[in-house]
């Protein structure tokens, strides 16, 4: 059975930083991209940030790019969101998210989701 | 960036009834769309993918369609376990993008 399990949320003040991890078993998690999406209050789900199998097979939201760094680790099953920059408009549950397929960017498993608090 | 522009934002319905959600995409995405039901608390779960094909474990009640780059989700005789809200989602061209998602209410 897939399992994905998020962990590192927390309360931080703006400005300040947070690495979320996604620890993922029941699959070969080398052969799958993988995703963070949020949602933030009052809005719906967000995508932030995919990764395929190489350090140049990124991409980010626009508003993240450039603060926010996606990587994964395939010796320990994680994924990763290094978060700067914080602000408060990126306060919200965070999920890690599994690629259906690679090359098909549909997300078949979630993890249960983490929540980041940017606050003062 | 594709924007995807879903309608109804709510709509309330009984038990049995069947009710229709709608995304239109503000450019051609192909079949490139998926639909997720999301229940508070809990993660997304997806329903459809490729306009509409079925995941495999979800009810047969729940169907997706494509015209153009309007797209459409069906759930034919609404359950007590369908009540969440729903979501689009393009994942033709990055930056991926989802719909405002549409709460379905008891009524």
């Known amino acids: 059975e897939v399992q994905l399990v998020d962990s590192g949320g927390d309360l931080v003040q703006p400005g300040g930083s947070l690495r979320l991890s996604c620890a993922a078993s029941?699959?070969?998690?080398?052969?799958?991209?993988m995703a963070w999406v949020r949602q933030t209050p009052g809005r719906g789900l967000e995508w932030v940030s995919s990764?395929?199998?190489?350090?140049?097979?990124?991409y980010y939201a626009d508003s993240v790019k450039g603060r926010f760094s996606i990587s994964r680790d395939s010796s320990k099953n994680t994924l990763y969101l290094q978060m700067n920059s914080l602000r408060a408009e990126d306060t919200g549950v965070y999920y890690c998210a599994k690629y259906r397929l690679s090359g098909q960017r549909y997300f078949d498993s979630w993890g249960q989701g983490i929540l980041v608090t940017v606050s003062s | 960036d594709i924007q995807m522009t879903q309608s109804p934002s709510s709509v309330s319905a009984s038990v049995g009834d069947r009710v229709t959600i709608t995304c239109r995409a503000s450019q051609d995405i192909s079949s490139s769309l998926a639909w997720y039901q999301h229940k508070p608390g809990k993660a997304p779960n997806l329903l459809i993918y490729?306009?509409?094909s079925l995941q495999s474990g979800v009810p047969s009640r729940f169907s997706g369609s494509r015209s153009g780059t309007d797209f459409t989700l069906t759930i034919s005789s609404l359950q007590p376990e369908d009540f969440a809200t729903y979501y689009c989602h393009q994942t033709n061209t990055f930056p991926l993008t989802f719909g405002g998602g549409t709460k379905v209410e008891i009524k």
């Open positions: 029941g699959f070969t998690f080398s052969s799958f991209p």
């Open positions: 990764i395929g199998f190489s350090v140049s097979d990124t």
């Open positions: 490729a306009a509409s």
